[in-house]
């Protein structure tokens, strides 16, 4: 049976993501096949940092992340597939996410998962839910 958690648990434990990342976490953006969690980076398309902490108080056990500026200096030519994001020191993973165009359900929303070298690079929307919301 699958644990389930009452909605102050699953705020509390959200909350918890956003202390453990601290403020100025990163965003990664990565192509290629998603790793195991926390597992080895594929090719790094763009890096945003939070200018703060990554989302405001849970609700609801969802949490909805601070959304960073944009990278107006993408890193590489991809699709976007997944994300990671660390604490500032950019190697203590704090959870992978899944990626998508705006609407398409991932966990992170970019205007466009088709990243160009040089290019800008702008998340529409990002959560986290935890547990059984």
Known sequence: MALGFPTLTRNALADALTTYAGSGAL???????????????????????????????ASGGVLTLNIPASDTSAD???TASWARITKS??????????????????DLQLDSTSITLGGTVAITSGSITVGNA
């Open 27 to 57: 965003l990664k953006i990565f192509s290629g096949s998603r790793p195991a969690t926390g597992g080895a980076e594929t090719t790094k398309l763009a890096q945003l940092t939070f200018s703060g902490a990554i989302a405001a108080a």
């Open 76 to 78: 590489a030519t991809g």
């Open 89 to 106: 020191d950019g190697t203590t993973v704090v959870t992978d996410m899944t990626v998508s165009a705006t609407g398409g359900g991932g």
